[in-house]
């Protein structure tokens, strides 16, 4: 080997051997600030920033410097902020990639517009981080979105594939990719109004229709929610859409209720005459009948002839009729002497499903619909098609209930399903009873027994209904306390939080929370949790914990020393009380706990 090639060698090893030592001797973050090709600001690169966004680890508040930084490398950070966007998100203290994304792109606004053909790209492929990139950018990323949205017009082809267990959807079709620009369309709303022209372009394509709801967007709302301050252009479009052969008119419907009452005079007739078009398919008639109540509110003379034209149709199968006398319930609420005659008469033409619906919508007029109270509640008795459901039984005593509070033995028929072996029926009683409040204090006897009921979420639901009527009582105490101790940690939790509403006013509660709580035999955290819950009462009152150390039972007064030791309040008049305890209970425990306490209170 020649000399110059081994002096070349030599050379090209100590120069390897130097970066190396050089190298080594840092830490990888300093090897990224020398050696990357990031944007800097002040000899720091975008990613050392980006990490230094908050000034500390829980997310607040955020460091001004490093906003300075962003904002002075402006455009060219957002390429990083593209690859960030796209990188799968995290929790905890982990570092968020695309979280940390969107407060870049919060920063930088209009000015991260070179990003939008980036974020486009990914569009829908991380969550919907791209979508909030887009919308945080603004209107300088509408007229690219709107390009695209057209774009993906041409492709028809079936999105939808067997995943295995269920139907997905390929998040590279076109609409897939068309989805996510109008929800970000709708998030903008009218600072998107240069996709105006697009928008009118997507509703007016003859597009497949594929009906798989959970990925079903509606370009016509969109196009109602960005045209709001341009009906001269929007409104016609809507209306032309409409009267045209085979038209989604419930879509189209839910778009022309966005404009409220202000462009009633275009859409109300078209509307009007929908509802009895045979043309119109039956969820159609639920939508156009919603948007009817919004949309033709202030029309002179109102809507109750329509509504009541709709209703008698013996051609509208009931589940249609059923939803036009709720709206008719709402437009003619002030003309209860036409309404309710025209609901008994369709109720007594109802299956008993029709009716519980139809129930609902009598008991807007209370007083008017008194004389039918005494049917409904026969048709409480009855039973129903299917075992299993008795959601229309719910409707009809709710309904009876409102109608007439005062009726005797109103909720016999439904406490009788607190009984059935479906675990839903019971749930759904419950919750019904519940959502009563003090017009179910009829139910009281029968909830409080469901406390002691062998499934665990029962007795938690019927805590919760009993909470919500406002029960207070002894025996919902002591029951509480019983399940405060359930070896199910959901019902403990209920039954702790149940019991810590009530111990600020009830010093039962509160001795019991002590008992079964912080001296009871149940889990560390929730003893604890017990015990900061007396704590926070205590320092708003402290009367209850004085009384307690008077109590009779040792472990009451060792439970109320626990709490005054972290009360972290003086208390002058319980000084007295701790010195004769300390000295002379009975129970060396107290004794201890009352000296320690005491210390704490001198200081």
Same mark, same amino acid.
């Given at each position: 080997?020649?000399?110059?090639?081994?002096?070349?060698?030599?050379?090209?090893?100590?120069?390897?051997?130097?970066?190396?030592?050089?190298?080594?001797?840092?830490?990888?973050?300093?090897?990224?600030?020398? /050696?990357?090709?990031?944007?800097?600001?002040?000899?720091?690169?975008?990613?050392?920033?980006?990490?230094?966004?908050?000034?500390?680890?829980?997310?607040?508040?955020?460091?001004?410097?490093?906003?300075?930084?962003?904002?002075?490398?402006?455009?060219?950070? +957002?390429?990083?902020?593209?690859?960030?966007?796209?990188?799968?998100?995290?929790?905890?203290?982990?570092?968020?990639?695309?979280?940390?994304?969107?407060?870049?792109?919060?920063?930088?606004?209009?000015?991260?517009?070179?990003?939008?053909?980036?974020?486009?790209?990914?569009?829908?492929?991380?969550?919907?981080?791209?979508?909030?990139?887009?919308?945080?950018?603004?209107?300088?990323?509408?007229?690219?979105?709107?390009?695209?949205?057209?774009?993906?017009?041409?492709?028809?082809?079936?999105?939808?594939?067997?995943?295995?267990?269920?139907?997905?959807?390929?998040?590279?079709?076109? /609409?897939?990719?068309?989805?996510?620009?109008?929800?970000?369309?709708?998030?903008?709303?009218?600072?998107?109004?240069?996709?105006?022209?697009?928008?009118? +372009?997507?509703?007016?394509?003859?597009?497949?229709?594929?009906?798989?709801?959970?990925?079903?967007?509606?370009?016509? +709302?969109?196009?109602?929610?960005?045209?709001?301050?341009?009906?001269?252009?929007?409104?016609?479009?809507?209306?032309?859409?409409?009267?045209?052969?085979?038209?989604?008119?419930?879509?189209?419907?839910?778009?022309?209720?966005?404009?409220?009452?202000?462009?009633?005079?275009? /859409?109300?007739?078209?509307?009007?005459?929908?509802?009895?078009?045979?043309?119109?398919?039956?969820?159609?008639?639920?939508?156009?009948?919603?948007?009817?109540?919004?949309?033709?509110?202030?029309?002179?003379?109102?809507?109750?002839?329509?509504?009541?034209?709709?209703?008698?149709?013996?051609?509208?199968?009931? #589940?249609?009729?059923?939803?036009?006398?709720?709206?008719?319930?709402?437009?003619?609420?002030?003309?209860?002497?036409?309404?309710?005659?025209?609901?008994?008469?369709?109720?007594?033409?109802?299956?008993?499903?029709?009716?519980?619906?139809?129930?609902?919508?009598?008991?807007?007029?209370?007083?008017?619909?008194?004389?039918?109270?005494?049917?409904?509640?026969?048709?409480?008795?009855?039973?129903?098609?299917?075992?299993?459901?008795?959601?229309?039984?719910?409707?009809?005593?709710?309904?009876?209930?409102?109608?007439?509070?005062?009726?005797?033995?109103?909720?016999?028929?439904?406490?009788?399903?607190?009984?059935?072996?479906?675990?839903?029926?019971?749930?759904?009683?419950?919750?019904?009873?519940?959502? &009563?409040?003090?017009?179910?204090?009829?139910?009281?006897?029968?909830?409080?027994?469901?406390? #002691?009921?062998?499934?665990?979420?029962?007795?938690?639901?019927? +805590?919760?209904?009993?909470?919500?009527?406002?029960?207070?009582?002894?025996?919902?105490?002591a029951d509480l306390g019983d399940n405060l101790s359930c070896t199910n940690h959901f019902m403990s939790q209920e039954a702790e939080g149940t019991l810590a509403k009530l111990a600020n006013h009830s010093k039962l509660a509160f001795v019991m929370l002590i008992k079964k709580g912080v001296c009871g035999q149940i889990s560390r955290d929730d003893r604890f949790q017990a015990k900061w819950s007396l704590v926070n009462i205590s320092r708003d009152d402290p009367k209850f914990l004085l009384e307690c150390l008077?109590?009779?039972?040792?472990?009451?007064?060792?439970?109320?020393?626990?709490?005054?030791?972290?009360?972290?309040?003086?208390?002058?008049?319980?000084?007295?009380? &701790?010195?004769? &305890?300390?000295?002379?209970?009975?129970?060396?425990?107290?004794?201890?706990?009352?000296?320690?306490?005491?210390?704490?209170?001198?200081?």
């Open positions: 080997m020649r000399k110059p090639t081994v002096f070349l060698i030599g050379i090209g090893a100590l120069a390897i051997g130097i970066v190396w030592l050089f190298v080594h001797r840092m830490n990888g973050e300093e090897f990224r600030e020398i /050696f990357s090709f990031e944007p800097k600001y002040e000899g720091h690169t975008f990613t050392y920033w980006m990490r230094h966004w908050y000034l500390n680890p829980w997310g607040s508040p955020v460091n001004a410097e490093a906003v300075d930084a962003l904002q002075s490398m402006g455009p060219k950070a +957002t390429p990083y902020l593209v690859k960030w966007t796209g990188k799968p998100p995290t929790y905890g203290l982990d570092f968020n990639y695309p979280e940390h994304a969107l407060a870049g792109f919060k920063v930088l606004g209009p000015a991260a517009k070179p990003a939008v053909p980036g974020l486009i790209k990914i569009i829908g492929q991380n969550q919907d981080y791209p979508e909030r990139a887009l919308e945080l950018i603004g209107r300088d990323a509408v007229p690219t979105l709107a390009n695209k949205l057209v774009e993906t017009l041409s492709d028809t082809n079936n999105p939808f594939f067997f995943g295995g267990i269920r139907m997905n959807v390929r998040k590279t079709s076109g /609409f897939y990719i068309r989805g996510c620009i109008l929800n970000v369309f709708n998030q903008m709303g009218t600072k998107a109004e240069a996709a105006i022209p697009a928008l009118i +372009t997507t509703v007016s394509t003859n597009l497949p229709n594929y009906r798989e709801g959970l990925y079903q967007q509606n370009p016509y +709302t969109t196009l109602a929610t960005v045209g709001r301050n341009h009906p001269d252009v929007v409104v016609p479009v809507l209306v032309n859409k409409f009267a045209s052969p085979g038209s989604e008119r419930g879509k189209i419907a839910q778009a022309m209720a966005i404009f409220g009452t202000n462009q009633a005079h275009a /859409f109300v007739p078209v509307l009007v005459a929908a509802l009895s078009d045979t043309r119109t398919d039956d969820g159609s008639h639920i939508q156009i009948g919603k948007a009817l109540t919004v949309i033709g509110a202030s029309q002179p003379g109102g809507l109750v002839p329509v509504f009541l034209a709709a209703l008698t149709e013996k051609s509208s199968p009931e #589940s249609v009729r059923c939803c036009i006398a709720s709206y008719l319930a709402q437009v003619g609420i002030n003309q209860p002497d036409i309404v309710v005659p025209a609901l008994m008469t369709a109720y007594t033409n109802f299956s008993l499903y029709g009716r519980s619906s139809i129930a609902g919508a009598l008991a807007c007029f209370p007083k008017q619909s008194r004389p039918i109270a005494p049917l409904l509640l026969s048709d409480c008795e009855r039973e129903a098609e299917h075992h299993w459901d008795n959601r229309w039984r719910i409707n009809l005593t709710l309904a009876v209930k409102a109608i007439a509070p005062d009726m005797p033995g109103t909720l016999n028929p439904l406490l009788k399903d607190l009984d059935a072996s479906q675990a839903g029926m019971r749930q759904q009683t419950i919750y019904a009873l519940g959502r &009563l409040g003090t017009n179910g204090l009829d139910a009281v006897p029968a909830l409080l027994k469901c406390l #002691s009921h062998p499934d665990s979420q029962t007795r938690i639901d019927a +805590t919760r209904a009993l909470d919500e009527i406002g029960v207070t009582s002894d025996e919902f105490i008077d109590d009779s039972e040792p472990a009451v007064r060792s439970g109320a020393l626990v709490v005054f030791y972290d009360l972290a309040r003086g208390v002058p008049q319980a000084i007295p009380k &701790l010195r004769a &305890l300390s000295t002379s209970d009975p129970d060396p425990e107290v004794r201890s706990w009352a000296a320690d306490v005491l210390k704490l209170q001198l200081q």
